[in-house]
Structure formats: structure tokens, C-alpha cells
């Protein structure tokens, strides 16, 4: 009795609360599409190809971050040098990763050398000429190159995903892909062109002095002051927009000290602006730059867009505002670039669009296909195994429940690849069925009761099926660790298939034979 009593109410919870977690996804996928209000609420969430929606590929820039990385340390040399009251003679940039420094003051060469080795660890140091002169070289170490690379990738990747979620979208799918690809879905009906701006925006930010004595117009022939750029007004600013503007090459601040952008508005006219504030070491600079260039023009640049240029009235510590002629909506897209900015440049490599009567299709299709297949299935069991075939087809039923429940339970999308993997695991469900069966059929021709034949099957058919499918659970998760997303989508629900399939035969159907042999008082097995 031991035996049998575990079995039923292992069943009976696991099957309660897979109701519990399957009818959210079935509420939603009725003709009224209505918002379950029971808890917990889970459902399964629907890929982009079958409710349609948008994907993008964004690629970053890792090379760039890595640049970036020692343009920052660069310049930071050039603050230790004066902190440290060491005379440099000349700093050049030799290449990306590398940047060199020779000293006036050649009886301290080996003092300051040493100091510059114990601030910059990241760098390997060596002594060489530069322009005749003696030199310390800073080269970025390899290793700390190959860090700065994954940091700024998971840093890319949880920007978008931050940005995904401030722009509203139900149930995106943000996964990485190869070393620097980053594969953004969004089911469901979406603003395609707004999507595309706000997530796949560097925002990239710089603050440049405007040379206020170049032309424009002279500037666009071709005729550019030295240290000079032309640059144009934001596309979307309704005054100002597509304007030409030259502005000094030399970026004073980036936007990599940015601790804060938010949305505020303007007590006199009500206008929305973006007000900014920096960190310690940004709060520092900007006082520095605005102190040093009051009166003159200070531009304020994003994506190489120009989307302001205030006249500086005073030193201003700490924050500032970003102007330009923004409505509710810009000036909230604004404050999201800026709070989520890329690291490094991104660009959007691919993008696919998929319309929702494409995902109804798919859906039907899928669906139709599952029951045709479950139904020959069911009835191919009855016809060769009887009363037997009509447990394995119970255990059939439990089987979609299960997976279902379990595909809700983790939150999982589910695809149409991944309807391929249901009807696959639906297939191979009864094996383990057909295995148990055969083996109490021998048992049964070898003269054994119907106890001991069910015994006697189960017990030896138990192993051949733990490895079958422990196997086939193998092969699923290599394909969702290395495929890519529609191979996932299938490893997903052959996996989760696997797991259930394997509780179904050995729990399931036990725990029934077991009711008709001891509750019912059956002496004969229809197998």
C-alpha cells in the first residue's frame, strides 16, 4: 500500500496546478481574449512569428568601447601630469590602444615613470623615443582589452533591455547572439518607426564650444577653419531643423559622466525641457568648461545631431538643461537615450516586421497540425494496445497539459519551431508506453498475473526509458545553449517535453493501473 498511496497525490497536485497555470494562456487564447484575473497569473507567451510584431539585430561596437576606454585614460594622464606637477613635453596618440608621453624634466624621468605605472594598471608600460626625445609608451594589456569588450556588452545588452521596458513593449525577447549581436523581438502590435528610433539610438552625448566666427555658408563649400566641424540641427526640431552650425572639434565632456536625465518643464511657458545632472568628476569639468567660456556658445550634441546651443551666462556646477523646441513625447524619448545611453555605438543590422494575420496563420496551422497528429496518435494506441492504449492516451492529454503549464511556469515564448517540438515530444511520449506495454505482454504469455506482469513491466522497462529520454534531454539543451532563436524555440519544448513525458509514463499511468488493480479488483489486463 505504501506503494501506490504516493503515486495519486503526486498526481492530483501536479495536475491541479497545472489547470491553475495552463487557463491564463487559454483565456487568452480564446475569441474574447480575456485578461485572466486569477493567481498566480501565468501564460505562455507567443513568439514573434506567430502574433507578429518586429525584430531587430543591433550589432555593437566593441572596438569603439575599447577606443573610447583609453581616450578616457588619456585624458585622464593629462589631469595626473598636472596633479602630480610632471611637465609633459609632448602626448601623442600612437594608435587605438596605444598613446605615449615625453617629460621636460629628464632627471625625473624614472620618478614619474613609476608613478604613472602605479595609477594606470591597465596599462603595460615601456620606455622608447618619441620624436627624439625619451618616452614612456602605454600600451592596453590584452587581457584588460578582452574585459572592457564583455563588460560593454552586457552593459549594451541591459541598456536595451532597460529601454525595451520604458517603451512599453508586452513580452519582448532580448537575447544575446555571437560575441557582439544583440537580437531584440517585439511581439504584438507596435509603432515600428518609434521603436526603431528609440531603442536603436546610440545616444552618444557631447558638449563642444560653436566657433561663432566661422560661416556656415562657407563652411558647407568646404572652406572649414582649422579645428573646426560642420554639424546640423536635429531633423525633427520644428524651427531649427537641418540647420548647418560649426562647432570646434575638440569634445570637452561626453556623456559618460551623465548620472541622471529626466523630464521638467519650464515654470514661465510650460515647455518641456531635459534637465541633466553629472556625477563628481563630471560635475567638476562642466563647472570647468562653463567658467572658462562664459559668453561664448556652448553646443549641445546627440547622435551628431545639434540639439541646442545656449549662450554660457555664468559657472553652472553639477547640471544643466538640454533646450530645443520639444514636445511631451521627444522630450521624454530624449531623457530615456540619454539615462540608457550605449557604451559603445550600436547599429541595427537586420530588421524584420511580421503581421499578425502572418502569427494567426502560423497559430491555426501549428494547431491543426498538433491535432492531427495527437489524434492519429490516440488513435493508433486504442487499436493496438485496447484498454491499455486508452491509459497511454490519458497520459497523452496530461502530457500538453503539463508542458503547457511548465512553458507558463517559466515564463517561455513559445514559437512555431516550438510548436514542432510539442508534436515531436507528443510522438515520443508513448515509447515509453509502447516499452511497458511489450513488457507485460511477455509477462503475461509466461503465465504471471496481471500484478505481477505490471510489476514486472514497469520495473524493467524503467531504465531503457530514463535513458532513452535522459539522452534525447542531452541533445535538446546543447541545441538551446548553441542554436539560435528558432532552434531554441524547439529545444525549449522538446526539453520541458522530455521532463514530462517521463513523469506521465512512470508516475501517471502507474498511479492508474494501480487504482484498477487494487480499487477495482481487475484480474485481467486488456494489453
Known amino acids: ?286 563647472a570647468q568648461i562653463t567658467g572658462d567660456n562664459i559668453n561664448k556658445r556652448l553646443a549641445i550634441v546627440l547622435d551628431g545631431e545639434v540639439y541646442s546651443a545656449p549662450v554660457i551666462r555664468s559657472k553652472i556646477e553639477g547640471a544643466g538643461i538640454i533646450e530645443g523646441n520639444f514636445n511631451d513625447q521627444s522630450a521624454k524619448a530624449l531623457a530615456l537615450v540619454l539615462r540608457e545611453a550605449f557604451p559603445t555605438p550600436v547599429k541595427i543590422l537586420y530588421e524584420k516586421q511580421v503581421g499578425p494575420s502572418l502569427g494567426e496563420d502560423s497559430i491555426r496551422r501549428g494547431l491543426f497540425s498538433m491535432l492531427v497528429g495527437t489524434l492519429l496518435v490516440v488513435v493508433g494506441m486504442v487499436i493496438y494496445y485496447k484498454w491499455a492504449g486508452m491509459i497511454a492516451n490519458i497520459a497523452l492529454v496530461a502530457d500538453l497539459i503539463l508542458l503547457v503549464a511548465a512553458m507558463a511556469a517559466f515564463n517561455a515564448t513559445l514559437t512555431l519551431p516550438g510548436i514542432a517540438g510539442i508534436i515531436l515530444t507528443l510522438g515520443m511520449a508513448v515509447d515509453g508506453n509502447v516499452l511497458i506495454y511489450e513488457r507485460i505482454r511477455e509477462e503475461l504469455r509466461s503465465g504471471k498475473t496481471a500484478r505481477a506482469a505490471l510489476d514486472a513491466g514497469f520495473e524493467r522497462a524503467t531504465l531503457t526509458i530514463l535513458d532513452a529520454n535522459v539522452t534525447t534531454l542531452i541533445a535538446a539543451l546543447v541545441l538551446f545553449q548553441f542554436g539560435s532563436g528558432t532552434v531554441k524555440g524547439f529545444a525549449v519544448t522538446l526539453s520541458i517535453g522530455v521532463v514530462v513525458s517521463v513523469f506521465t509514463v512512470l508516475v501517471l499511468c502507474r498511479a492508474i493501473f494501480d487504482y484498477f488493480l487494487s480499487s477495482r479488483q481487475v484480474k485481467r489486463l486488456s494489453v
Open 1 to 286: 500500500m505504501k506503494t501506490l498511496s504516493w503515486r495519486p497525490v503526486v498526481v492530483l497536485i501536479t495536475l491541479l496546478v497545472a489547470l491553475v497555470l495552463v487557463l491564463p494562456t487559454v483565456q487568452m487564447l480564446s475569441e474574447k481574449k480575456v485578461q485572466p484575473t486569477i493567481w498566480p497569473y501565468k501564460k505562455v507567451n507567443l513568439g514573434l512569428d506567430l502574433q507578429g510584431g518586429m525584430q531587430l539585430v543591433l550589432q555593437v561596437d566593441l572596438d569603439k568601447a575599447v577606443e573610447g576606454t583609453v581616450d578616457r585614460s588619456f585624458d585622464d594622464l593629462r589631469s595626473f601630469l598636472r596633479q602630480n606637477h610632471i611637465r609633459p613635453k609632448e602626448l601623442s596618440r600612437i594608435a587605438p590602444t596605444i598613446f605615449a608621453v615625453s617629460l621636460a624634466d629628464a632627471d625625473k624621468f624614472d620618478q614619474s615613470k613609476g608613478l604613472m605605472a602605479e595609477e594606470f594598471r591597465d596599462f603595460t608600460l615601456t620606455e622608447k623615443d618619441l620624436n627624439g626625445e625619451r618616452a614612456v609608451y602605454f600600451a592596453l594589456k590584452p587581457g584588460e582589452a578582452e574585459n572592457i569588450k564583455r563588460l560593454a556588452f552586457e552593459k549594451a545588452i541591459m541598456k536595451v533591455r532597460n529601454r525595451v521596458d520604458e517603451y512599453g513593449a508586452r513580452e519582448p525577447d532580448i537575447r544575446p547572439q555571437g560575441d557582439d549581436r544583440i537580437v531584440v523581438q517585439l511581439p504584438g502590435i507596435i509603432d515600428a518607426d518609434r521603436a526603431r528610433k528609440e531603442i536603436g539610438r546610440t545616444g552618444h552625448l557631447e558638449f563642444k564650444l560653436v566657433d561663432d566666427e566661422a560661416d556656415p555658408r562657407e563652411a558647407i563649400k568646404g572652406n572649414l577653419p582649422a579645428g573646426d566641424e560642420i554639424r546640423y540641427y536635429r531633423k525633427d526640431d520644428p524651427e531649427m531643423a537641418g540647420r548647418p552650425i560649426v562647432l570646434k572639434k575638440e569634445t570637452l565632456l561626453t556623456g559618460d559622466y551623465l548620472s541622471e536625465a529626466r523630464v521638467e518643464f519650464d515654470r514661465s511657458t510650460g515647455r518641456p525641457y531635459v534637465g541633466i545632472k553629472f556625477n563628481t568628476k563630471g560635475s567638476r569639468i562642466f
